[in-house]
């Protein structure tokens, strides 16, 4: 199963194409964004997860800045591939979010399987906006909170970490339609 979409933010310029597929090995992220949350950049994406949706692989590279690869075994352990080094201040993060695109919220949504009025805490491996790099370009341990409103149609996002709260809809894929404030559909 395969699916293309596009974004883009609410404010401003910018476009993000983004490429789902989902077959035997489990489910391929792959994007392209010309952003301006912040500042104005461009990106590349690739995640790659298990067929349980455990984040395993994961590539991030902001257009003449920083490069990061890093994978993970599924069960919360993860390793610098550029650094050839553990990132044990990841240890527990299942799921990546990167910041750039919301397309890695169908990570949890889909791993959670969340019924409506359920909701789970969680702690993903977040890749901060090319503005909030600073040294080292490797992910933070963010707390967040996903609440099943209508299954498979709308689910809210809260970004424990930072005080944020969305609703995102979503379609028959787990991608997000509309997030508020951030991100729209093409």
């Not at 692989?57 to 553990?86: C, F, K, M, S, T």
């Not at 702690?123 to 080292?136: E, H, N, R, W």
């Not at 498979?152 to 809260?158: F, P, V, W």
Request: overall charge negative.
């Amino acid at each position: 199963m395969k699916t293309d979409v596009r974004w883009k933010p609410w404010m401003g310029n910018g476009l993000e194409h983004c490429n789902a597929t989902l077959d035997d090995e489990g489910l391929t992220l792959s994007g392209v964004v010309a952003g301006a949350r912040e500042t104005e950049y461009g990106a590349y994406y690739v995640v790659r997860t298990d067929t349980m949706f455990h984040t395993s692989e994961v590539r991030v590279q902001y257009i003449g800045g920083p490069v990061l690869h890093i994978e993970a075994n599924g069960e919360g352990e993860w390793y610098d591939l550029l650094a050839d080094a553990p990132l044990p201040d990841l240890k527990g993060c299942i799921d990546v979010d990167i910041g750039v695109t919301p397309a890695t919220n169908t990570l949890p949504i889909k791993r959670l399987g969340l019924k409506p009025g359920e909701s789970c805490d969680i702690v993903a491996a977040y890749v901060p906006l090319p503005s909030q790099v600073t040294g080292t370009f490797t992910p933070t341990a963010a707390r967040q909170r996903y609440t099943c409103i209508e299954m498979g149609q709308t689910y809210r996002y809260e970004g424990l970490f930072r005080g944020f709260t969305a609703e995102l809809q979503i379609d028959a894929f787990g991608l997000v339609l509309d997030y508020p404030e951030t991100f729209r559909r093409v």
